[in-house]
């Protein structure tokens, strides 16, 4: 099993303000997921990146896959209250593998 | 319906019943998972279908018994679970090469009393 750690567990921010969560790990990997998922509902897939250095943007959200494919990060700006919920990354080893490593997540909180 | 659905959405069911999840997939996947999802834990695989053969079973109780009888549908048959079983089970499904490009259900929360 390959680990993802998520970084941090927890973040409660003021609407307006910059965030950056973090996903870890020893290993490497063909591709990286983010996910996120609110109360009640399933994880709904955010972006996929699969080269290492690569950056994507959907809106005010940026991710970024370490150069040695081994870790993430994803930073929103000027979060709202609409960005709250639980992000998750996951992490596949080989690019025809049904496997998924997932992190913990990280739980962000949006204060109006 | 488009996507990914369970039914039931919530479940509360005693150690000695027998209960079924059922998942289906409205999005010409090939492929479908079930996982679980406890608190402050990662997602657990469970088991893999591609091609309706199970491709994967992840040391899962034989209390949790799976089933796919086609492609769409995805069932979770449960006996004798045990308190610890309750928690958020997630279904989900995803495409040939691009397996790793999953789309999830909502989830059917259960609970063993």
């Known amino acids: 099993t390959q680990l993802l750690e998520q970084s941090p567990q927890f973040l409660s921010i003021q609407e307006g303000e910059n965030l950056t969560v973090y996903c870890n790990s020893s290993s490497v990997f063909s591709s990286l997921q983010w996910y996120r998922q609110e109360p009640g509902e399933g994880p709904v897939l955010l972006v996929t990146?699969?080269?290492?250095?690569e950056v994507k943007k959907l809106k005010r959200l940026t991710f970024q896959f370490g150069d040695a494919r081994k870790d993430s990060s994803l930073h929103i700006t000027a979060a709202q209250p609409g960005d709250t919920g639980l992000y998750l990354c996951?992490?596949?080893?080989?690019?025809?593998?049904?496997?998924?490593?997932f992190g913990a997540g990280t739980t962000v909180t949006v204060r109006a | 319906e488009t996507g990914v659905t369970q039914t039931p959405r919530h479940l509360v069911m005693g150690m000695t019943n027998k209960k079924s999840l059922k998942c289906e997939q409205h999005l010409g996947h090939n492929a479908m998972y079930w996982y679980k999802q406890s608190a402050k834990k990662p997602l657990e695989l469970m088991f893999v279908y591609s091609l309706e053969e199970r491709v994967e079973n992840n040391s899962v109780p034989s209390r949790f018994s799976p089933e796919c009888p086609n492609s769409s549908h995805l069932f979770l048959h449960l006996h004798t679970l045990q308190p610890e079983d309750s928690a958020l089970y997630l279904c989900a499904s995803s495409q040939g090469k691009q397996a790793y490009e999953q789309y999830f259900g909502p989830g059917t929360r259960l609970t063993v009393t």
């Open positions: 996951a992490g596949a080893g080989r690019s025809n593998d049904y496997k998924l490593s």
């Open positions: 990146v699969v080269t290492g250095g």
